[in-house]
């Protein structure tokens, strides 16, 4: 039986829930924006500032989620056995690729509250 903690859909799984938390610690600023540009308005979208004082617990959650991607893919070595998809040669480079274009995405999701100000003025 292979071992699973090696396997080459972890990483995955930490980018997948990294951008789910990036999501949610710029629900505050982007949600409303979004809402807004669907057509969808009226005060209730106010009310969606109210996650804002816990946002820095999404970010900090989407740092250690990224962390522990960048932790799986260049720091512990790969055991694999021939016949597993991270047995390939091109699975590592493309989930590096991947790791890096994820990270750029939620870098800008989590950075918008002081750069979203441009849009606004």
Same mark, same amino acid.
């Given at each position: 039986?292979?071992?699973?903690?090696?396997?080459?859909?972890?990483?995955?799984?930490?980018?997948?829930?990294?951008? !789910?938390?990036?999501?949610?610690?710029?629900?505050?600023?982007?949600?409303? !924006?979004?809402?807004?540009?669907?057509?969808?308005?009226?005060?209730? =979208?106010?009310?969606?500032?109210?996650?804002?004082?816990?946002?820095?617990?999404?970010?900090?959650?989407? !740092?250690?989620?990224?962390?522990?991607?960048?932790?799986?893919?260049?720091?512990?070595?790969?055991?694999?056995?021939?016949?597993?998809?991270?047995? =390939?040669?091109?699975?590592?480079?493309?989930?590096?690729?991947?790791?890096?274009? =994820?990270? =750029?995405?939620?870098?800008? !999701?989590?950075?918008?509250?002081?750069?979203?100000?441009?849009?606004?003025?």
């Amino acid at each position: 039986m292979a071992d699973t903690s090696t396997t080459s859909g972890r990483p995955l799984i930490t980018l997948i829930a990294a951008g !789910l938390t990036a999501i949610g610690a710029s629900v505050c600023c982007i949600g409303p !924006l979004v809402l807004l540009a669907l057509g969808i308005g009226g005060a209730w =979208v106010s009310t969606l500032t109210a996650l804002e004082p816990y946002r820095w617990i999404f970010v900090a959650i989407t !740092l250690g989620f990224l962390g522990w991607a960048f932790y799986k893919l260049y720091i512990v070595p790969r055991r694999c056995t021939p016949g597993e998809a991270c047995a =390939v040669p091109g699975v590592l480079r493309n989930q590096r690729i991947i790791f890096w274009v =994820v990270t =750029v995405l939620l870098a800008a !999701l989590i950075t918008f509250p002081w750069y979203g100000t441009i849009f606004f003025e």
